[in-house]
C-alpha cells in the first residue's frame, strides 16, 4: 500500500492550470509567449472594494468570523438575490464559502452517498466531475453539440437522468463555452427537471454579469419557481468583480441544506476570511459602474476574436452569449500534419503544437469533457488578442 489516499488517484490534475504552467514554463526560458489558458479577469479589483477591506483591517474585523459569513454579508446576498434575481431568501438560506468553488463542494460533501450521480452537461468546468469523484459520488455527463451553440436539448437531459440522478450542475454562462440560456431555453430544461423529482438544481451563476449584446441573464429557480425548494443557486464575486483571489462565493437555497453546508464548512475552514468577506459586502451593496467597462470591453474582444477565428482554416467559432471563453472546433485539424513534422490526432495535439511553433497557449476540449475543441481566454488586450489570432491563422495556414 502506497502513502497517498486511493482517493487522490482519481483526482486529475486540472489542465487549465497545467497549461498555464506550460507557458509559463517556456516564458521563463526567454520564449515569446501569449498566454489564451487562464480564467479570470485581466481588470483590477475596483478602489472602493479595496477601500472596504482595508478599512475592515484598520476597524479589526480580524476574528473568527461566524460559520456561514457575516451577518452583513449573508443580508447583502438576500439583497442581490431580491434585486437581480427576483428571488426570496432569509438569511438562514444563504451561506459565505471561501469561493464559489467551496460552495459546490460543500454542497457536494454534505449530500452525496456512494452511487449517487450528479449530471454534467458537456463541456463543463474541469473542477466538476473531480468535485464529484472527491465527495465519493459518480459524474454522469450528457452532450451539448455545436450546432446547438453548446446548449443542452431538453430531450437530452430527459434521457440523460435515471433513478440515481441526485444533483445536475448547470452553468451559464458556461465556462469553458460561454454559452448562456435564454428564459425559453432555460424554461425547457426546467420543464423536463419538474417531470423529475429526484433531482436537485445546483446553478453555478458565476458569469452572471458577463453578457453581451442585451442578453438577459435568468436563473432556474427565478424561471421555475417550483424548483425553489430544489434549487442551490451559487454565485460569487471573482468574476464579476475582479475579485478571484479574495476568495468569496455564495449561495442562496433551501435551509436543511444550507444547515448542512455551514456543518461540513464548520470543520474544514471555519469560514470565509472575514476582511474578503467585507469587501464583498461592498461589492455587492456598492456601485456597479465598473461592471459597464468589464462587459463593453470583454463584448468588443468576444467579437474580435469570434470574427478572426472564423477567419481561420479549419476552425468553427459559435458566438458565445456570455463569460470570456470561446470555444472553436478544430475537428478539421485533426489529421493533419504540423509544421514539426507531427501529425495532429487529437485537440491536446493542436494546443501543444500551437504552443510549440507559435507561442499561443489555449487548453484543449477534451480536458472540458468535449472536442476536439479548444478554450480560449479573452480575458487580455485587444493587442495581444489580435497577435495571438494571427499566430492562429498562421499555424492553421501552415497545416498540410
Ligand atoms: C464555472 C465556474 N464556476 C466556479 C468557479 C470558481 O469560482 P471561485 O474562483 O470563486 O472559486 C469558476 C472559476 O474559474 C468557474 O469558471
Redesign the pocket.
Known sequence: MGFLSDTLSRVKPSATIVMTQKARDLKAQGRDVISLSV??PDFDTPDHIKEAAMAAIRRNETRYPPVSGITELREAITRKFKRENGLDYKVSQTIVCT????V?YNALLATLNPGDEVLIPTPY?V?YPEMVGLCGGTATFVETRLEDNFKLRPEALDRAITPKTKWIIL?SP??PSGAAYTRAELKALTDVLMRHPQVWVLT?D??EHLTYGGFEFVTPAQVEPNLYERTLTMN?V??AYAM?GW???YAGGPEHLIKAMDFVQGQQTSGACTIAQWAAVEALNGPQDHLKTFKQAFEERRDLVVSMLNQTKYLKCPTPEGAFYVYPSCAEAIGRRAPSGKVIATDEDFVSELLESEGVAAVHGSAFGLGPNFRISYATSNALLEEACSRIQRFCGALS
Open positions: 480564467g479570470e469561493g464559489g468553488k467551496q459546490i468546468w473542477s452553468n458556461s465556462n453555478d458565476m458569469y460569487g471573482s468574476k478571484t476568495r468569496i462565493g
